[in-house]
């Protein structure tokens, strides 16, 4: 079902995205991971059909030349719009405007840029836009990253309306998923073992999120078992939001 689809997935040289483009990759789809860590190039080192390149996804330009080679001969099936950050979590009153326009390039204007030149190339297909569970419960400190991520499914949303049926737009709403970003969150935390412990115990599933889980519901969204589901958003955390 997947083999030989075009998939980008970007943010993907580590955590949910490398999770999520070797899922497609496993399944036989051609596909291209974008990240601004160097590591990226290496992603595909022992599987042919994937291929990482080096983008800075709040650099134009570099969008542009990162998509050419890949766009050029024929569309997109796949986006999944994944790369984000949450670099300083604070409070909006803490929060200076450089950093939170940081957040909003990244988690958002990069998402809009990065569509919009791959839309140019998708008939028809599937985009996939990764969100937060934080943005449905609000978290304490969080307020920048917590409105990127709400902007987030706003977008999915208004996206499914505007460019149904020929393209399908669904979000993920990860929960703690053990990944270098939430290694970062518990480094912040004053007893980060108890913190990974408190989490652990307030899921009904009783565990943290590993990558796989996320890459397999992203796969699930953009595969045609989700052939009449768009515009949804789906919260994959181990119980926490029920
Ligand atoms: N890990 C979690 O608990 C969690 C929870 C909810 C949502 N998320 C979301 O999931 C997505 C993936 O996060 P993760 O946990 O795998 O984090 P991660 O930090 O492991 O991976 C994010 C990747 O995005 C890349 N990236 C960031 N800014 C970029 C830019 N300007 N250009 C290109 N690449 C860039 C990073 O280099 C990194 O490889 C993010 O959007 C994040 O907000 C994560």
Known sequence: MMQSKKVIVTGAAGG?????????????????????????????????????????????????????????????DVLVNNAGINPSPSSLTDTPEALWLRLLE????ATYRVTKAVMRHMQCGVIINISSVLALSGANKNAAYAATKGAIVSLTRAM?????????????????????MFEEYLCR????????????????????????????????????????ITGQVLVVDGGDYA
């Open 106 to 109: 990244t988690n958002l204007t």
């Open 189 to 228: 935390c004053d007893d980060p073992v108890l913190e990974r412990r408190r989490i652990r115990g307030s899921l009904p599933l009783q565990r943290l999120g590993k990558p796989e889980d996320i890459a397999e519901a992203v796969f699930f969204l953009a595969s045609d078992s989700a052939s009449w």
């Open 16 to 76: 949910i995205g490398l999770s999520t483009a070797r899922r497609f990759a496993k399944a036989g789809a051609n596909v291209l991971g974008l990240d601004r860590k160097p590591g990226v190039i290496s992603i595909g080192n022992d599987t042919p059909n994937l291929t990482g390149l080096c983008c800075d996804l709040t650099n134009v330009r570099q969008i542009k030349s990162a998509l050419e080679g890949f766009l050029a001969d024929s569309g997109v």
């Open 160 to 180: 499914a309306r505007d460019h149904g049926p020929a393209i399908r737009v669904n979000c993920v709403c990860p929960g703690a998923v053990e990944t270098e």
